[in-house]
């Protein structure tokens, strides 16, 4: 952000409490985004040691938000022998609607277990969390997983 930039917190809006300003945008080199990148990092890292259930709750929501329960998200990597992941970096944090957003650049190298094909994906890991620094509940006020969109690279 440069000098003068008045974007993010300072515009951002009230929090629960007053006089409490609720958390705005934030750079990509940010605690926070460090925050979200290893919510990432420690999800990616629970599908290695296949520790699927755990991973579907770093979903938002109890893990509703991955769309499935966790049997048909553990499930959703059956089709794989081989599922190595990779984290990159985060992009800069945008706050809106109450929230915060950051995407977490990601890959993964897989083989499909039934061809042996070997694929190379890549994407990002969507996560948000409460921009109301006063949030007390741990489900909105950490990062969670609201999206993950790893594509085969052509």
Same mark, same amino acid.
């Given at each position: 952000?440069?000098?003068?930039?008045?974007? #993010?917190?300072?515009?951002?809006?009230?929090?629960?409490?007053?006089?409490?300003?609720?958390?705005?945008?934030?750079?990509?080199?940010?605690?926070?985004?460090?925050?979200?990148?290893?919510?990432?990092?420690?999800?990616?890292?629970?599908?290695?040691?296949?520790?699927?259930?755990?991973?579907?709750?770093?979903? #938002?929501?109890g893990g509703a938000?991955?769309? #499935?329960?966790?049997?048909?998200?553990a499930d959703s990597?059956?089709?794989?022998?081989?599922?190595?992941?990779?984290?990159?970096?985060?992009?800069?944090?945008?706050?809106?609607?109450?929230?915060?957003?950051?995407?977490?650049?990601?890959?993964?190298?897989?083989?499909?277990?039934?061809?042996?094909?070997?694929?190379?994906?890549?994407?990002?890991?969507?996560?948000?969390?409460?921009?109301?620094?006063?949030?007390?509940?741990?489900?909105?006020?950490?990062?969670?997983?609201?999206?993950?969109?790893?594509?085969?690279?052509?």
């Amino acid at each position: 952000m440069a000098p003068g930039n008045d974007s #993010g917190a300072a515009k951002a809006a009230a929090s629960d409490k007053p006089g409490t300003p609720m958390l705005g945008d934030a750079p990509a080199t940010s605690p926070a985004a460090a925050e979200a990148k290893a919510v990432a990092e420690r999800y990616f890292d629970l599908i290695e040691k296949k520790k699927y259930r755990d991973a579907w709750l770093l979903w #938002g929501n109890g893990g509703a938000d991955s769309k #499935g329960t966790a049997t048909q998200f553990a499930d959703s990597f059956k089709p794989f022998s081989v599922y190595e992941p990779t984290v990159g970096e985060p992009t800069e944090i945008k706050a809106r609607d109450g929230q915060q957003f950051i995407a977490v650049a990601a890959s993964a190298h897989v083989k499909i277990r039934k061809t042996g094909k070997e694929q190379e994906r890549s994407g990002v890991v969507m996560l948000r969390r409460s921009a109301d620094p006063s949030e007390t509940i741990d489900e909105k006020k950490n990062w969670r997983i609201w999206g993950v969109d790893l594509r085969v690279r052509h």
